[in-house]
Nanobody, 120 residues
Framework: QVQLVESGGGLVQPGGSLRLSCAAS????????MGWYRQAPGKKRELVAV???????SYADSVKGRFTISRDGAENTVYLQMNSLKPEDTAVYYC??????????????WGQGTQVTVSS
């Protein structure tokens, strides 16, 4: 089993910054993609950013130039640096990863979610 523990959410004013962290632990042989999704009230969950094991990144158009995803392979941790935050960035942010365990099984895992609220 794999656990994802997120941290770093909170309340911030428009134009402010937050940094989210997500640490993976448990039966991990190899981690493939790590990413962040978000879900606002009444809306579907959407991809925010993803980073491959090789460091290739991809972003939603709405966050390009403002958000940066990175990962620490040694610590099995992914980060999301969010700058120039807007009220429309308000959502619950979820960490996601795809992991191969020591038995060779590949599975997808989600974090519990962390609330980000952008408001004055």
């Amino acid at each position: 089993q794999v656990q994802l523990v997120e941290s770093g959410g909170g309340l911030v004013q428009p134009g402010g910054s937050l940094r989210l962290s997500c640490a993976a632990s448990g039966n991990i042989f190899n981690i493939y993609n790590m990413g962040w999704y978000r879900q606002a009230p009444g809306k579907k969950r959407e991809l925010v950013a993803v980073i491959s094991s090789g460091g290739t990144t991809s972003y939603a158009d709405s966050v390009k130039g403002r958000f940066t995803i990175s990962r620490d392979g040694a610590e099995n941790t992914v980060y999301l640096q969010m700058n120039s935050l807007k009220p429309e960035d308000t959502a619950v942010y979820y960490c996601h990863t795809v992991v191969k365990n020591t038995l060779g099984t590949i599975a997808s895992y989600w974090g519990q979610g962390t609330q980000v609220t952008v408001s004055s």
